[in-house]
């Protein structure tokens, strides 16, 4: 049986993470743990996007070997996946000799299908993207949007190109169709209005000079090496191809990056005769305390160091429940300690030990057990996080209010207060298995204590409080 398989973008290597990162890793993890959670077999692929000149470009102005550079610094994306309790099923290097050949076999089969010719271009490229831009696609100031206030280069080259143009019909009803799901409707919207204004050929090659000899070689000319973005895309292929996961069923993408997903990739897969993936999941950017994260304004967070100070969960609820799950959203640490404190120390973590406590004092037991709870028909997954989460806390506020409003801690009819503790039981529990996708630690810690037949005492708090 064809595993669910989802994907998240193949970061550029060129750079240590930052928690822009974190927010697409834990988006993913939460979507493959919900369809573990029902049953499914999963596969959750990331990696490294290593071919990419601005790695090459960094790899230089540090003195470093680029090969060394890029698996130093891929190994710092796979460290950040493991604090965030991550754990990819792949992690496919973008420089790796099994990736290579995939992509040499692409490129031939979109070669046997005619669609790819040698020609002399000029052009605009913007290395922070790895594309080539037209004049009418930049700003006023002649920038690239994404990259505003770094000069494009001029190139003018001999390279290979796609016949994307070909596929502009093909492509309209594959998105108009829903053939290819993308999420939220809005970034639908914006591919097909991409596609109104006409595809056109693209180049997907560079030379060597210019890629200084680095990144996958073009099947039977040594001068030239593949454009980044037609190899990198293929390590959603190139990742389980020893595997039936393919086709992803799931790209987790930022919005920056859609028109690669969105159009480039399915005319790549079109060409060869591969299948296409089933959908696009588009997220937003962050701000850091409404500013742009960048590194000329010293704001870029490590999402490590704020998992050494919170906790692995408190980031990702902060994540999952703050940032929209669709739009751009702002990270303010000032707002996660507000957030962590109100939400997790005082929410979650006091109703878990009031309850904890209560049933302790009445020598309380019951035989109800979690697993009973872990496959319920009602657990329902949108791809909206925010409100999934919220809702998981509506049954906390929902819990606690009742809770204060039976008094407990007043019964002193053993059978009454029993109806009782076991009402706030099962509710504890229900939000501890809801949890599982979102926050995996809090809800393990937290089945645990409420196993039975007897309730564990909280020893320590789930959340300690951060002044």
Not at 48 to 67: F, H, I, R, T, Y
Not at 136 to 151: A, I, M, R, S, Y
Not at 300 to 323: K, W
Not at 397 to 404: Q, V
């Amino acid at each position: 049986m064809k595993p669910f398989y989802i994907t998240t973008a193949i970061p550029y290597v060129n750079a240590r993470p930052h928690v822009g990162h974190a927010l697409e890793f834990v988006q993913a993890d939460v979507i493959k743990r919900y369809n573990t959670l029902i049953g499914k077999n999963t596969i959750l692929l990331s990696g490294g996007d290593e071919n990419a000149l601005k790695n090459v470009q960094a790899a230089e102005k540090e003195g470093k070997n680029v090969q060394s550079f890029v698996d130093e610094n891929s190994q710092l994306f796979k460290i950040l996946a493991q604090n965030l309790n991550i754990e990819f099923d792949v992690f496919q290097k973008g420089s790796s000799p099994e990736h290579h050949t995939s992509s040499q076999e692409l490129w031939k089969k979109c070669l046997e299908k005619g669609d790819i010719y040698k020609k002399t271009y000029s052009g605009l490229y913007c290395v922070g993207c790895e594309t080539f831009y037209e004049k009418e696609e930049l700003n006023v100031d002649g920038e690239c949007f994404e990259h505003p206030g770094k000069k494009l280069d001029e190139v003018s080259e001999e390279n290979y190109f796609f016949s994307l143009s070909k596929y502009q019909t093909q492509i309209e009803n594959i998105i108009n169709s829903n053939q290819i799901e993308i999420i939220p409707e809005s970034r639908k919207n914006e591919v097909l209005g991409f596609l109104r204004q006409g595809l056109k050929d693209i180049s997907i090659s560079r030379s060597n000079e210019r890629a200084k000899n680095w990144g996958v070689p073009v099947p039977g000319d040594d001068s030239q090496r593949m454009y980044v973005w037609f190899d990198a895309l293929n390590i959603y292929r190139s990742g389980v191809e020893d595997t039936d996961a393919w086709p992803a069923d799931v790209h987790v993408i930022g919005k920056g990056i859609i028109k690669f997903h969105a159009i480039y990739w399915p005319a790549f897969l079109l060409s060869a005769g591969y299948e296409l993936p089933k959908k696009l999941f588009v997220h937003g950017y962050f701000t850091v305390d409404g500013q742009k994260m960048s590194k000329t304004l010293g704001n870029v967070i490590d999402p490590n160091d704020l998992i050494a100070r919170f906790g692995t969960d408190a980031l990702r609820y902060y994540l999952l429940s703050q940032i929209p799950s669709t739009d751009d959203g702002d990270f303010s640490e000032e707002k996660l300690k507000i957030i962590y404190n109100a939400d997790l120390v005082n929410g979650l973590g006091n109703l878990v030990s009031r309850v904890a406590k209560l049933c302790e004092n009445a020598d309380f037991t019951f035989s109800n057990n979690p697993a009973n709870y872990e496959k319920k028909e009602s657990f329902e997954f949108s791809y909206n996080f925010l409100n999934e989460i919220s809702g998981i806390w509506d049954g906390v506020r929902f819990t606690d209010g009742i809770l204060s409003k039976d008094e407990p801690w007043k019964i002193t009819d053993k059978i009454i207060l029993n109806e009782m503790l076991l009402k706030y039981v099962s509710s504890i529990i229900t939000i501890a298995i809801d949890l599982k996708p979102f926050l995996p630690e809090t809800s393990e810690k937290i089945l645990e204590i409420f196993k039975g037949p007897k309730v564990s005492a909280v020893k320590d708090p789930l959340f300690p409080r951060i002044q």
